[in-house]
């Protein structure tokens, strides 16, 4: 069988360990052969292909980013998009589809499959919004490099007697930030989930330097002010999804912790510096255990599925359930920091 493969949306650490576990074991095991897929669901759209065997994946289990290339193109956006999909699909001799992605590349192969293409999907996303599985790839990564980053920020902002806000990525929820937040030991975290009240969380900074240590605030990107706030924005221009750019809420909140606390304030954004880069061992851990899980679910003909870590164990579950619904931080994860805020 041939058998496509493709990885679509923003690039996350262990893409690369997936791709090399499907084809290692899809050719070792199973006698598939594959189509690499460029750029998401661009590649099988335009019929945009390269060359993908184990000499292709030779070297590329710690390697950041996809060797497939990504982007964010959304082929039902596109006039006669899924019968060019179906077109290229037949003119390849592919039978099955392995889609690596997150919400919105996922969301697609959904919908695909209800149409009747054979295709399965393996989660990833750094944010680690997707339902239906304990963790996505990706996630791990970057939260240790947030965290590593708040280590960091502690000595600067101790010596300068400065706040010092961390603005990590977090689109809609705020795993990141709670992770990092939490192993990096952050004097207030602010997520999505929790629109943030500023008197509040000045009351934090003011703590933090009465007990002689300097406050670290630690938030997502698409965290809002309570009252009336919306979020900060990059640019109003949309992606293929419907998603703004965001970006600068750390700034925001640097401004006005300076103005009303009168202590010095100053923000770092991680941005794209928690998606390069190598996988963690967890990460490659994970990554290749849904590859190898994923290319059976090919060879047994379990199309339309998602493969899921629950527990310890990969299991395969309705790809709707991964998209259907964003996995959002709970109240009481939340109250878990709270604990140490201010
Ligand atoms: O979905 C993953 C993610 O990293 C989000 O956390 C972030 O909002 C978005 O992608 C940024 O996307 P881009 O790299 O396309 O600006």
Redo the contacts with the bound molecule.
Sequence with gaps: MRVGVLTG??DCPGLNAVIRAVVRKGVRQHGFEFVGYRDGWRGPLEGATMELGVEQCRGILPRGGTILGSS?TNPFKIDGGVERIEENLAKDGVEALVAIG?EDTLGVATKLADLGVNVVGVPK???NDLSGTDFTFGFDTAVNIATEAIDRLHTTAESHHRVLVVEV???HAGWIALHSGIAGGASAVLIPEQPFDIDALCAHVETRFKTKYAPIIVVS?GAVPAEGGDMTLVSGEKDAFGHV??GGIGDRLAHEIENRTGKEARAVVLG?IQ?GGTPTAFDRWLATRFGLQAIDAVAEGDFGTMMALRGTRIVRVPLIEGTGELKLVSDEEYAEAQVFFG
Excluded: F, N, S
Aim: a positive charge; charged letters at 40%.
């Design positions: 949306g923003g964010r997150g996303t750094i944010d990525m977090g689109r990107e750019r965001l794209h998606r």
